[in-house]
């Protein structure tokens, strides 16, 4: 089955360790995104990928980091820069830029 | 600049029709409807591109005026499945490479 995974469903870290989130996606789709969706809000853009081995930040890009090493994945680092961490992070990725876009099922990061 | 949607919340009894605008300050190039309920990620329900287009997806349709940058989605004959929260994302002209900037959203709730 096509889909794009995301793992772990809940994560738990304490303050100032950096963690990274998984994305992967079997789509072959060439553009990749990560959102970030704090409680009652719409979902805000961190970083996005058109092609392999190029990303741009996106609105809120401060304290997190980005690879796309491989078509299938895109990691999010959250590092300890990252002021308010805890969130619902979600991965998506579409066919090209204009295209629509189809989101994995999210991480749920707390930070303690 | 995010799109604002209108209204913030709805209530309806099953079968009653709702409508759910998003407006945009900035000139679209398209937009996006997603609906998602809690704790899951969202799921995409039409894409329109600038030219006044409307779309169906059985029961749910939806429009875009490019004179007044707004597109309105239109749930008919609502069912209980249609409750969660409504999401428009935003390209905006000239398509771009970079991602959705989401409204905050529209909670609906059916009740039986």
């Known amino acids: 089955d096509g889909g794009i995974t995301q793992s772990p469903k809940y994560l738990f870290r304490k303050e100032g360790q950096n963690v990274t989130l998984s994305c992967e996606q079997n789509?072959?789709?060439?553009?990749m995104y990560w959102y970030r969706q704090d409680p009652g809000q719409g979902l805000r853009l961190i970083y996005y990928s058109q092609i392999v081995n190029d990303f741009q930040k996106g609105d809120i890009a401060e304290g997190y980091s980005v690879s796309r090493e491989k078509k299938e994945s895109f990691p999010l680092t959250v590092t300890s820069a990252q002021k308010n961490p805890t969130a619902f992070y979600l991965c998506a990725s579409s066919i090209s830029p204009r295209d629509t876009q189809y989101f994995g099922p999210g991480t749920r990061l707390t930070v303690l | 600049q995010q799109p604002v949607q209108s209204p913030q919340a709805v209530i309806l009894r099953e079968g009653e029709d709702a409508v759910i605008n998003c407006s945009s300050s900035?000139?679209?190039?398209?937009v996006h409807w997603y609906r998602q309920k809690h704790g899951e990620a969202p799921v995409f329900l039409m894409i329109l591109l600038k030219g006044g287009e409307q779309k169906g997806h059985e029961k749910i349709s939806a429009s875009f005026n490019e004179k007044k940058q707004q597109s309105s989605l239109y749930l008919t004959a609502s069912q209980l499945s249609y409750s969660g929260t409504y999401f428009c994302g935003s390209k905006y002209s000239g398509g771009g490479a970079d991602g959705l900037t989401f409204g905050k959203g529209t909670h609906l709730i059916i009740q039986p």
């Open positions: 900035k000139a679209l190039y398209s």
């Open positions: 789509l072959n789709h060439d553009a």
